[in-house]
């Protein structure tokens, strides 16, 4: 299989050779899916947490005597029936939402969203990026040179340039230059994730060579 390697100019720079079993794989919906609410479960964290009637203040005293009132029978103020009562079967935090993923699922969804995307023409390789200083200004030169590329001009427009920009190593001045860009999300290829593929529309490689051996690591594991 083979890859065009483009510079940040949007311009044709070399040709790259990518591995069958992280670019060419079939579709497998039920993996991804299961995959991806796990992850998501796994990332949330239970905040919503009402008290039952054990655990509300008050009500020791019985409301009023059994008989002869007239009015229903109580024996607590602090019955789920009362105004500031406890709460039946409301959220509890000490729920646990967890889920076990293994790493050679997590690891074959991740090839499987990558296969597709290279599929759609929606992964662009880049030789490198290059910021000697955080700046916006040359972050915006850099997504309108790869806009320019056959299939991604929608990276140019506001509303449609969701991109995950891969990077090789830990480059603070790529982050900090893609930081003001709400769309687009910045981070090292070896933490790319199913999740974060799939609410992103485009992906964008940068040195393509290290980020691939990165990738292809994940095959052993």
Excluded: C
């Excluded at 991806?36 to 409301?63: L, W």
């Excluded at 993923?101 to 990558?114: C, D, G, R, S």
């Amino acid at each position: 299989m083979k890859a065009t390697v483009y510079t940040t100019e949007g311009k044709e720079k070399s040709t790259l050779d990518l591995p069958k079993g992280i670019f060419d794989l079939k579709w497998n919906g039920d993996l991804v899916h299961q995959v991806i609410v796990s992850m998501q479960t796994n990332a949330r964290t239970p905040i919503a947490h009402t008290k039952d009637r054990s655990e509300v203040s008050g009500g020791g005293k019985k409301p009023w005597r059994q008989k002869g009132t007239g009015r229903a029978r109580h024996g607590s103020s602090r019955s789920p029936i009362w105004v500031g009562g406890g709460v039946t079967f409301g959220p509890r935090n000490h729920k646990n939402f967890s889920r076990k993923v293994n790493k050679k699922m997590k690891a074959k969804a991740l090839f499987t969203i990558l296969s597709k995307k290279f599929e759609d023409n929606e992964i662009i390789f880049v030789d490198a990026l290059n910021f000697k200083e955080p700046k916006t200004k040359e972050a915006k030169k850099v997504i309108e040179g790869l806009s320019t590329i056959k299939g991604f001009e929608d990276l140019r427009t506001k509303r449609n340039n969701k991109a995950v920009i891969a990077i090789e190593t830990n480059d603070i001045m790529a982050k900090k230059s893609f930081s003001n860009y709400s769309n687009v999300f910045t981070d090292e290829v070896r933490n790319i994730n199913p999740v974060k593929l799939l609410k992103y529309k485009y992906l964008i490689i940068e040195n393509p060579e290290k980020s691939l051996e990165s990738l292809t690591s994940k095959l052993t594991k």
